[in-house]
């Protein structure tokens, strides 16, 4: 009876960590499922992108993202390469090193508004709110294919 009643305690125990340990892995799941088609950008904040992509971007990467000069940022090409890849990425890119004739020019809050036009173009659904320009917040989001 005794060790019965502790086989049962001990079972219980194992199925309370188990409960607990799937809990916690399903929260932390929660928080990274966030993907680029979850409506992460506005689409007035990809219509501000769209002009700085024709003033700044088209010339190397063509009109309509199909690429030229310079890879294409739409399509199976480009959606290969960035898949699984945080949108922090995207930006950090954009803004470090595009456009390649004047690195550096553009201001996180562009970056964002190009980035946006990307996703639009790449038929990523817009929503609500606008892409965030804050490295962390765009580091939860994944371009997914
Ligand atoms: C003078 C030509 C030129 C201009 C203008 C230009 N790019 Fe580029 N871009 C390139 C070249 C060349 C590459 C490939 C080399 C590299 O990744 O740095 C590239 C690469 C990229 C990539 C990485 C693509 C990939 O999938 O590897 C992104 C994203 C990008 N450019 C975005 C932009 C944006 C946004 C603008 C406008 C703000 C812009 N570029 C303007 C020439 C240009």
Redesign the pocket.
């Known amino acids: 009876m005794r060790s019965y009643a502790k086989h049962v305690a001990f079972t219980g125990a194992v199925a309370a960590l188990a409960v607990a340990f799937m809990v916690s892995t399903a929260a932390v799941r929660a928080e990274q499922a966030k993907t680029a088609k979850d409506g992460v950008y506005s689409d007035a904040q990809a219509k501000k992108g769209e002009s700085?992509?024709g003033e700044?971007?088209a010339?190397?990467?063509g009109g309509d993202l199909s690429g030229g000069?310079?890879?294409a940022?739409a399509g199976g090409d480009?959606l290969g390469?960035?898949d699984k890849t945080p949108v922090s990425d995207?930006v950090e890119?954009?803004q470090s090193?595009?456009?390649?004739?004047a690195p550096g020019s553009?201001t996180r809050a562009q970056a964002a508004e190009?980035s946006s036009f990307?996703l639009k173009a790449n038929k990523f659904p817009a929503g609500a709110a606008d892409l965030s320009s804050d490295a962390a917040a765009l580091k939860a989001i994944n371009i997914v294919k």
């Not at 090193?97 to 004739?101: N, R």
């Open positions: 700085l992509y700044q971007c010339a190397c990467h000069g310079a890879p940022l480009f390469f960035w995207l890119k954009i090193s595009m456009p390649a004739s553009l190009i990307i």
